[in-house]
Structure formats: structure tokens, C-alpha cells
């Protein structure tokens, strides 16, 4: 006959498994609605070239999808150069849903561009700047925003400056190599 002494201990230990469990995600929750949603990426570098040049070359229809780095997409191609109020896809390729960019702002100094990645995605506010300074020009890429995904936009939050970050730097690289070149 077998016995079933064992089988306690091995539910006694399920339980405190579960309880642990739960007091965990429990915590986690209620820390969440004290972390802030809001959330603000910065990253810049220094090109090689006049501000002008720089303005020249940021919205063309044939540099803007070669520098800007679209996580699993790109930014569709387009002739000429956006204008204040010009909008252009993003494309992706797994899904056939488009996202949006759509220029805000334009001058030599401070270029605004609002980004819809998806449809049912919210809007992200972005600002570059350029810095003149002689022979370099400082471009430093900001967007802030709040997000409103539910119990997971504070952690959300928390890692939007490393998520954004890195692809931010990667196209603010592609920009700097392809305007250094061309200049």
C-alpha cells in the first residue's frame, strides 16, 4: 500500500507558493499607483555640419526613411520635403497596419512632429532641436508624454527612456553619418 504522507507537505507548499505569489503581484499593483505615468527621452549628438545643412537634409523624402529608425518598419518613401502640416506612413513589416508622422513645426532651429506608431496607438509628441555652434551643430531629440495603458504604464514608464532611447540613437547616428557624408 502506498502511503500518503507526502501529500500534505506537497499541498502545504502549493499554498505558500500561491500566497507568496499573490501577496507579490498584490504589491506590485499597489506600488504602480504611486509610480508617475509620465515619462520623458533625451538623446543627442553632435554633426559635423552647419545647422542649415542639417535642416536642408532632415525631411526629404529620400534622406528622412534612410536615418529614421522605425522599430520592425520604416518611415514610407515620398518626394520632396515635408511642410508644416505633411504627413507620411510608417510602415511596418509584420502587420499591414500604418502609423502616421505628420510635421508640426518647421524652422532652422526646432523641428515638432506628432507620431501615431499605430492606429489605436496614442500620439507621441517629438522636438528636435538643433544647436548651432560654427562648424558642429548639436541635435537633441526629445519626446514627453503620459502613457495610459492601464495597471502597466507606470513600469511602462520607467522603461521608455531605455525602449525609446536606443532607437533614438541609432537614427540620430544614421543622421550623423549621412549628413557628414553628404557635407
Given at each position: 500500500?502506498?502511503s500518503?504522507?507526502?501529500?500534505?507537505?506537497a499541498?502545504?507548499?502549493?499554498?505558500?507558493?500561491?500566497?507568496?505569489?499573490?501577496?507579490?503581484?498584490?504589491?506590485?499593483?499597489?506600488?504602480?499607483?504611486?509610480?508617475?505615468?509620465?515619462?520623458?527621452?533625451?538623446?543627442?549628438?553632435?554633426?559635423?555640419a552647419?545647422?542649415?545643412?542639417?535642416?536642408?537634409?532632415?525631411l526629404?523624402?529620400?534622406?528622412?526613411?534612410s536615418?529614421?529608425?522605425?522599430?520592425?518598419g520604416k518611415v514610407?518613401?515620398?518626394?520632396?520635403?515635408?511642410?508644416?502640416?505633411?504627413?507620411?506612413?510608417?510602415?511596418y513589416?509584420?502587420t499591414?497596419e500604418?502609423?502616421?508622422?505628420?510635421?508640426?513645426e518647421?524652422?532652422?532651429?526646432?523641428?515638432?512632429?506628432?507620431?501615431?506608431?499605430?492606429?489605436?496607438?496614442?500620439?507621441?509628441r517629438?522636438?528636435?532641436?538643433?544647436?548651432?555652434?560654427?562648424?558642429?551643430?548639436?541635435?537633441v531629440w526629445t519626446?514627453?508624454?503620459?502613457l495610459?495603458?492601464?495597471?502597466?504604464s507606470?513600469?511602462?514608464?520607467m522603461?521608455?527612456?531605455?525602449?525609446a532611447?536606443?532607437?533614438?540613437?541609432?537614427?540620430l547616428?544614421?543622421?550623423k553619418?549621412?549628413?557628414?557624408l553628404?557635407?
Amino acid at each position: 500500500m502506498v502511503s500518503n504522507l507526502s501529500h500534505p507537505a506537497a499541498l502545504y507548499t502549493l499554498r505558500k507558493i500561491t500566497r507568496i505569489s499573490a501577496l507579490v503581484i498584490l504589491l506590485l499593483v499597489v506600488v504602480g499607483f504611486f509610480m508617475p505615468t509620465d515619462y520623458r527621452v533625451e538623446r543627442s549628438v553632435v554633426i559635423q555640419a552647419s545647422r542649415d545643412a542639417i535642416y536642408r537634409d532632415i525631411l526629404q523624402g529620400d534622406r528622412l526613411p534612410s536615418w529614421m529608425f522605425i522599430q520592425g518598419g520604416k518611415v514610407a518613401d515620398f518626394e520632396g520635403a515635408l511642410k508644416e502640416g505633411d504627413s507620411v506612413a510608417l510602415v511596418y513589416d509584420e502587420t499591414a497596419e500604418q502609423g502616421l508622422l505628420t510635421l508640426v513645426e518647421s524652422s532652422s532651429s526646432v523641428i515638432r512632429f506628432d507620431v501615431r506608431p499605430k492606429p489605436a496607438v496614442d500620439l507621441v509628441r517629438n522636438q528636435i532641436e538643433l544647436r548651432d555652434s560654427g562648424s558642429e551643430t548639436m541635435v537633441v531629440w526629445t519626446i514627453e508624454g503620459s502613457l495610459n495603458t492601464g495597471l502597466l504604464s507606470p513600469y511602462l514608464a520607467m522603461f521608455a527612456n531605455d525602449i525609446a532611447g536606443s532607437n533614438f540613437e541609432r537614427s540620430l547616428q544614421s543622421l550623423k553619418e549621412q549628413v557628414e557624408l553628404l557635407n
